[in-house]
């Protein structure tokens, strides 16, 4: 069973940077296609950016694009998402998700939460003014 353990969340004045991990047990192929989510309070999840190992494609939501970047580090097991120029929108709990038995990211976007099975606990981000 994949286990995602998101951490680096935290308080940040708007303008400055906060680095996510999400680190996840070994996959059962080596290919594997992984998502960040968030959710603000009273407002639905929403995707925000997905990695896949397969062909080295990420995507990212309008709203986050060009501020964040995905990345990966496979030997340490590791998916990142370097978050620049925070907003106080940003403001949310942020989740790492997957579906093992998808190797890609969709092709339009970071996905629904519903097209992932595995999710980790969440790590609150927190944006000031």
């Known amino acids: 069973q994949v286990q995602l353990v998101e951490s680096g969340g935290g308080l940040v004045q708007s303008g400055g940077s906060l680095r996510l991990s999400c680190a996840f047990s070994?996959?059962?192929?080596?290919?594997?296609?992984i998502a960040w989510f968030r959710q603000a309070p009273g407002k639905e999840r929403e995707g925000v950016s997905c990695?896949?190992?397969?062909?080295?494609?990420?995507r990212y939501s309008d709203s986050v694009k060009g501020r964040f970047t995905i990345s990966a580090d496979n030997a340490k097991n590791t998916v990142f998402l370097q978050m620049n120029s925070l907003k106080p929108e940003d403001t949310a709990v942020y989740y790492c998700?997957?579906?093992?038995?998808?190797?890609?990211?969709?092709?339009?976007?970071?996905?629904?939460?519903?097209?992932?099975?595995?999710w980790g606990q969440g790590t609150q981000v927190t944006v000031s003014s």
């Open positions: 998700a997957t579906d093992p038995s998808q190797y890609y990211c969709p092709n339009y976007g970071p996905g629904e939460d519903d097209e992932y099975d595995y």
């Open positions: 070994e996959f059962t192929l080596d290919y594997y296609a």
């Open positions: 990695i896949s190992s397969a062909d080295g494609s990420t």
